[in-house]
């Protein structure tokens, strides 16, 4: 099942990317002579019209097919790729990222309005020594505002305590026995390790989660603005996270999944229910949206470098020049690949699994 499950989801994250491509170049008038999802061998395909829709065995990737992307087959026709202008072929390459782009929001617009489970505000556990234990806070306790702020979930308590600088008195409004009680409790503050490679400062009141977790759900214009804020909030996470790599300020070997890791990662969310899978999703569509668009050849970023580079010239860059700018791209594109796929086997222990079922 988890299997299938894995498939599925790649499935739908590249039908949607490649209809992206397709759906535009329609629009433009591109005749498009070949839609695939997947790669290898053919399990079955049909023609409609001047496409062929093909299904393969790998499911691994997809792609589009034009007529015309190639100079060496372009005939001049007003229905090939190479004959539309370059902001054209752009909008049709860039389509394919956008669309996955779009996919991510509309999971986190679905998550915020069907609900998620989170941790309610009870304590569940005291720190010795630090604000809230001082202050008379106990075990059984709910949080339900602090210094007039209403708060539902632990994320959103932590998000404000932790924001406190030292020393400051936050005003905790606490459920006990059916009674509320106004609770004035100081804020210490602690240095963590952020996954920059520095240090925090973090605000905190010496309090543990109760492992109690209810479901939020949000209207349909809040959660449209919630789930466009935690995709803008990933997206830039993501950016400074692939800047940070660049700059060797954070282990890439750490920060990279593969196939095999999206795999035990859906398996997981999968085995959590249908939200935590959608999370999933959303995460993986937008990472692939942004990582198609890296300028490098093969990827569709490399492409739209291609196109802005013709533009400036005023005319393409010769057939035998993108070709070696290609080879090299997809050369580095397959060393990642590899690098990516042998830190999955050691990350998930796999390693091991397959010397010891070899040595057997």
């Not at 988890?2 to 599925?8: G, Q, R």
């Not at 790729?81 to 054209?88: C, F, P």
């Not at 290609?326 to 580095?332: A, L, N, V």
Request: charge should be positive; charged fraction near 20%.
């Amino acid at each position: 099942m988890s299997i299938l499950i894995f498939i599925a989801v790649l499935s739908v994250l590249i039908l949607v990317h490649e209809f992206g491509h397709f759906i535009v170049a329609k629009r433009m008038g591109i005749r498009v002579e070949q839609f695939s999802l997947g790669f290898g061998p053919r399990i079955f395909s049909w023609k409609k019209g001047n496409t062929e829709y093909t299904i393969c065995a790998i499911p691994l990737g997809g792609y589009v097919k034009f007529s015309g992307d190639n100079p060496e087959e372009f005939k001049g026709q007003p229905d090939e790729y190479l004959a539309k202008s370059v902001g054209q072929r752009a909008r049709v390459i860039l389509y394919g990222p956008l669309l996955n782009y779009l996919l991510a929001f509309l999971c986190f617009w679905l998550i915020f309005f069907v609900g998620f489970p989170n941790l309610t505000c009870r304590v569940g556990g005291l720190v010795e020594n630090l604000g809230a234990a001082k202050a008379g806070v106990e075990v059984g306790d709910k949080i339900i505002a602090i210094d007039g702020q209403d708060i539902k979930i632990w994320q959103d308590l932590q998000r404000i305590i932790q924001d406190k600088p030292e020393g400051e008195v936050v005003r905790l409004l606490i459920s006990r026995d059916n009674q509320q009680l106004q609770v004035p409790v100081r804020v210490e503050q602690e240095k963590m390790d952020t996954i920059w490679g520095g240090e925090k400062s973090v605000g905190l009141i010496g309090i543990k989660p109760a492992g109690e977790f209810v479901t939020v759900r949000y209207g349909l214009i809040k959660s449209f603005l919630m789930g466009g804020s935690r995709l803008l909030e990933l997206t830039w996470f993501t950016l400074k996270s692939l800047a940070w790599m660049a700059l060797r300020k954070i282990s890439f070997r750490q920060s990279v999944t593969g196939p095999l890791g999206i795999f035990y990662i859906t398996k997981q969310a999968a085995d959590l229910g249908f939200i935590p899978l959608i999370q999933v999703v959303a995460i993986i569509s937008m990472s692939l949206a942004i990582f198609n668009l890296l300028p490098l050849p093969v990827l569709d970023g490399g492409h739209l470098l291609f196109l802005l580079i013709e533009k400036i010239r005023g005319r393409r860059l010769s057939s035998r020049s993108e070709r070696v700018i290609t080879h090299i791209g997809f050369s580095i594109i397959l060393l990642l690949i590899a690098f990516v796929f042998y830190n999955d086997l050691l990350k998930y222990g796999l390693l091991d699994k397959i010397s010891n079922w070899w040595i057997k």
